[in-house]
C-alpha cells in the first residue's frame, strides 16, 4: 500500500485578524498549523498503514515555511515528505493548485504507484473543498468526498469501504482502488508522536522539489496564469457583537449584583420585562 | 532507542536557550525539550531584554533579533488614588548605539533564541514535557518524557523548567514555592498606531519609554505596575506576592482593570486595541529563596533556581546569565573530562557568587522580609507624598511655612516620630 495524504499549512484561524482600513487578512504573528481536516486524513491513512503496512507519504505545495507542517507529519508517522514550492505557483486557485498537486502525485507514482489519495475535506482558510475532487479527476481516480470513517480496505480485491455523511443519514460505500478520500472531521483523533518519531522529525530532511522536479512542463496551467478565478472584491462584515460590560454593585454581594443584572437586562429589554411582569400577574 | 547526549537542557526560555546556544556552539551533543507549542509560546515577560547579559552569549544579537524599542526614558511613578508623584530621567545617551535596554515580545523574541540555538547544533523537540529525572542512584542520568519511547539519556541535565519548576520539586531539589515567595503578574497588550505612541510619549523613530509605579494602584500589596512602549503596541501590567493577592482577596484582573482607569494612566492607553492577555508567577524570594542549584548531573538555571532580582526588575537577564555560566562550567568540565559531580560542578555556584547574579541578590537579601512586614512602603506613603505634592503645589492663600507644617504634622500623624524614624532604618537595611 502507498497512501500519498496532501496537506496544508495555514495559518490558525481561530487567532486571525482582518486589518481594519485594508481588509486584508493578517496573517503576521498568526501561529501557521497543519489545516485541522488534513490531520484526520493523516490519521486515516497512518490507522490503514498500521493494518496493512506499506508507505505513507505527505505531500504540499506552498511556501517554503510549510516545511514545518510536513515534518510535523513526519512525527506523528508519515514516511517521507515532499514540498513542492516554486513562485511560479503564486496566486493559483483551486484548478491550478489541482493541477499542480495532480503532476507531483502522478511524479511521486513513477517511484512506487499510488493506491489511495487522502485529503481533508477542505482548508480552514480557502474553504472550497475543490482540490481533492479536482485532483480525482485529473488523474482518473475513484472520488469519495465527506468521509467520515474508512471501514475496510481489502487489498487482494483492491477495495475500499468507507463511511460518508451525507443529507439524511450516512452512506455506505465501496469503491475499488486507486481512490482519493476526502476525509470529515471527528471519528479520529491524532496520535500523540513517539519520541522516536519526534527525533526523526526534527532530522528529517524534506524532499523540495520546484516545478520542474514535480514534473510540470505547462506553466500556462499553474499559478496565477493557470487561475481563471478572480479575487474581485475582500471585505469584513461587520462585527455585530456588543462588548462585554464588567457589572459590579457596590457591596459585591451576590443578590446586588444580581439584581443590578436584571435591571440592567430590563432597561436594555423592556419587551422582555414586560413579558415577566404579564408572566407574574 | 535510547539516544544518548552530553546534555539535556529543559526549557526554551532565556536560560534555556542561553545554555542550549553555549553547550551547542562549543560542539556538544545537545537536546533541548520544550512543552510549549513553539519556544515562547507558554513564556511571559513584562518584557525588557537588557543588552548586557545577551551581548556575552550572541555579541552580534542586534542584527536580527526581533526587538521593538530602545529605551531612552524611565519614569518612576508613585501613586494615590487621582494622582502620582514622579520622577522622569531621560538622556540623549540611551539613544545612540548601541542600545542598552529594549522592550521585546516574547514570543518572538524566544522563537528567534531558539533558532540561534538550533543553528548552533542543538536539537529542539516541542509539545514534549519532562515528567521525571531518570536517577541511578543519586545521580541524574537523563530524562523521562510523556511520549511513547520517552527517555533520553544525558551526561548532564539542566533544568531551565521555569518558576514552577515541577522536575526540581518532584526530585526534591527546591521546597514547594512559598506564596510569599512569588509574584502574581498580569499584563495586557494594546495596539494602537505606531504615531499615537510616539506622540503621547513624546518619542521618535524607535525610541521607547518604560514607566515603573507602585503605590496605591496595588492596593496595599506588595507589588509594582508597569506600561512599556513597544514599536505598535503598549504593554501595561502589575505584579504583586501571591500571599498578597490571597489574604486580601483581590483578583489580578480587578486590580489592572482599576490600575487601567487610573486618571493619570487612562489618557496613556486610550484607544488601544486588547490582543493579549497574560499571567506568570514571577519569583521573587530573592537571595535567601535561593535553593541547592546543582548536584550529581544536574544544575538549575533561570527561574526555576528563583533568580530574579525584583528591586530592579531584572529577571532574564539573570536568566540567561545563569544559562550561559551553567554552561562554561559544563564545557570547563567536559574539557578536561571531568566527570559532571556535584563536587565539580560546584564551580557553577562559584561562579555566580562572583558575578552581579549572586552580589545583586545578596545585597537586597533582606528587602522581601521587611515589605512583607510593612505594608506602609505600599500604601501611608505613596498618600502622603502626593499629599504633600498637592499641598506644595496649590495656590490657595496660605503662607508656604504653614504648608511645611501641614505637610510634617501628615507625616507624624500618620507614622509617628519613631515610625518615620523605624520606616527610614528599614529602607537604609533594605537597600544597604
Redesign the interface.
Known sequence: MHIVVCIKQVPDSAQIRVHPVTNTIMRQ?V?AIVNPYDLFSLEEALRLKDIHGGRVTVITMGPPQAEAALRKCISFGADEAILVTDRAFAGADTLATSYALATAIAQIAKDQAVDMVFCGKQTIDGDTAQVGPGIAKRMDMQLLTYVSQVDSLDITSRTVQVQRRAEGGVQVLTTRLPCLVTMLEGTNEMR?????N??RA??YQLKVWDRVAAGIEDVSKIGLKGSPTVVSKVFAPQAKTQRAE?IDSESGEPRDLALTLISKLFTQHPAMSEAVVKQSA | MAEKFDAIVVGAGPSGNAAAYTLAKSGLKVLQLERGEYPGSKNVQGAILYSDALERIIPDFREDAPLERHIIEQRMWVLDDESFVGTHYRSDEFNKPPYNRYTIIRAQFDKWFSQKAQEAGALLLCETTVSDLIMDGDRVVGVQTDRLGGSVHADIVILADGVNSVLARKAGFRPELNPGDVALAVKEIHFMPEETIQSRFNISGESGVVIEMVGKITKGMMGTGFLYTNKESLTIGVGCMLSDFKKQKVSPNQLLEEMKNHPSIKPLIEGGEMKEYAAHLIPEGGYKAIPQIYGEGWMIVGDSGMFVNAVHREGSNLAMTTGRIAAETIIELAEKQKPFSARNLAAYREKLDASFVMKDLKKYRNMPGIFHRNPQFFTTYPELVNQAAHTMIKVDGIDKKTKEREIRNSFTHRRSLFGLMGDAFKMWRAFE
Do not use: S
Not at chain 1, 500523540?192 to 522516536?196: K, R, W
Open positions: 504573528g501561529p500523540f508522536a513517539t519520541m522516536d519526534m527525533f526534527a532530522r464588567i
